[in-house]
């Protein structure tokens, strides 16, 4: 489904291949500007290891990519006092996601900024959620 290592832009962006406008970075990842932006300020903190998704990050870098959105949340809160900041991070194409190597948007947000998202609520019985959750916590 995702490209290979060896074809993958973003693997291209932290092995310096590529140009990007790097705002910070650690060990585990690298935070730099989205060019296809939603609003000024929009950020992609993307893994340094090439790991296509949430499914598959270990522990240390899935709580490393969360830490750093946070970094760049506060920068954002620091620079824009944005009226909202979203973050957004995409597992498959069916969930948006189109570059196949594991990161986080995280941008400011204004009312009536254009960005739209659909949420078709369904309100299932409380049996339901039960009987879905005990299947979770098997899957644990
Ligand atoms: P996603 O739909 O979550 O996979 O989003 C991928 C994001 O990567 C999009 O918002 C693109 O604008 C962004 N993007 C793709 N190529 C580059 C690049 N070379 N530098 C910076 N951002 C990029
Ligand atoms: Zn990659």
Not at 69 to 97: H, M, T
Not at 111 to 138: I, M
Request: hydrophobic fraction near 45%.
């Amino acid at each position: 489904m995702g490209e290979s290592k060896d074809n993958c832009v973003f693997c291209k962006i932290v092995g310096g291949e590529i140009p990007a406008t790097v705002v910070f970075q650690d060990e585990l990842t690298l935070a730099f500007m989205d060019i296809g932006c939603v609003n000024p300020g929009h950020m992609l903190v993307a893994a340094k290891p090439h790991v296509e998704n949430l499914q598959v990050m270990g522990e240390a870098l899935a709580g490393a990519m969360f830490r750093s959105a946070a970094r760049a949340a506060r920068a954002l809160e620091a620079v824009y006092s944005p009226a909202g900041i979203s973050v957004y991070q995409a597992n498959g194409a069916a969930a948006g996601q189109t570059v196949f190597h594991a990161h986080i948007h995280v941008l400011p947000r204004w009312e009536h900024d254009g960005l739209t998202f659909t949420w078709p609520v369904k309100s299932p019985p409380r049996e339901e959620l039960e009987r879905v959750a005990a299947q979770l916590r098997a899957a644990l």
